[in-house]
């Protein structure tokens, strides 16, 4: 008011029945001559179902974050082209990277030694065919340029709406 501003603010209410509702509010102050505030002018809408929504989305992307963070093995998202979309902070350390942007967007084939590649390519069309794949031996190039032994086993899942592979990836060493 003291800015003579729009306002919008949610914020908790107890209804009539009891229950805890969420409001969105929106309004203005109406001033006098003198600029002392008259009234409030705006309107107040209940948003309990939306706000229900977003916490629960919230409480699940934190438990999901949770259960992907604290996984023994790296994981990794890579779309039918290799192109990596996702990985946890297993992976990153695992190829000894500092942080996802090094990863994403990237091929997995840049990771993989020429002679494997055609290893990743065979199993890419068995896991289209819907092939359960075992854990593979294989050799990947850190981010340093060093090579380790590790083993790989991907699952074919949905990820934002394309088929996709999910990857778990462990040391050997």
Same mark, same amino acid.
């Not at 705006?42 to 438990?63: C, H, L, N, P, Y």
């Not at 340029?145 to 462990?170: C, H, M, N, S």
């Given at each position: 008011?003291?800015?003579?501003?729009?306002?919008?603010?949610? &914020?908790?209410?107890?209804?009539?029945?009891?229950?805890?509702?969420?409001?969105?509010?929106?309004?203005?102050?109406? &001033?006098?001559?003198?600029?002392?505030?008259? #009234?409030?002018?705006? %309107?107040?809408?209940?948003?309990?179902?939306?706000?229900? #929504?977003?916490?629960?989305?919230?409480?699940? /992307? /934190?438990? &999901?974050?949770?259960?992907?963070?604290?996984?023994?093995?790296?994981? %990794?998202?890579?779309?039918?082209?290799?192109?990596?979309? %996702?990985?946890?902070?297993?992976?990153?350390?695992?190829?000894?990277?500092?942080?996802?942007?090094?990863?994403?967007?990237?091929?997995?084939?840049? #990771?993989?030694?020429?002679?494997?590649?055609?290893?990743?390519?065979?199993?890419?069309?068995?896991?289209?065919?819907?092939?359960?794949?075992? &854990?593979?031996?294989?050799?990947?190039?850190?981010?340093?340029?060093?090579?380790?032994?590790?083993?790989?086993?991907?699952?074919?899942?949905?990820?934002?709406?394309?088929?996709?592979?999910?990857? #778990?990836?462990?040391?050997?060493?």
């Amino acid at each position: 008011f003291r800015d003579k501003t729009n306002f919008e603010i949610e &914020y908790r209410i107890i209804h009539a029945d009891g229950k805890p509702r969420w409001v969105w509010e929106k309004g203005e102050g109406i &001033y006098n001559k003198q600029g002392e505030v008259l #009234f409030i002018e705006g %309107f107040i809408t209940d948003v309990t179902e939306r706000k229900s #929504f977003e916490i629960a989305q919230e409480e699940s /992307r /934190r438990v &999901y974050k949770n259960l992907i963070e604290s996984s023994p093995e790296g994981l %990794f998202v890579h779309n039918f082209s290799g192109d990596i979309l %996702f990985t946890n902070e297993k992976a990153i350390k695992l190829m000894g990277a500092g942080s996802q942007k090094e990863f994403i967007g990237k091929n997995v084939l840049a #990771f993989s030694l020429p002679e494997d590649a055609h290893l990743i390519k065979k199993r890419k069309i068995s896991l289209l065919k819907g092939e359960d794949l075992g &854990y593979l031996e294989s050799r990947v190039k850190k981010q340093d340029g060093t090579v380790i032994e590790i083993e790989t086993k991907p699952i074919l899942i949905d990820f934002q709406g394309e088929k996709a592979a999910l990857v #778990f990836v462990r040391d050997l060493a």
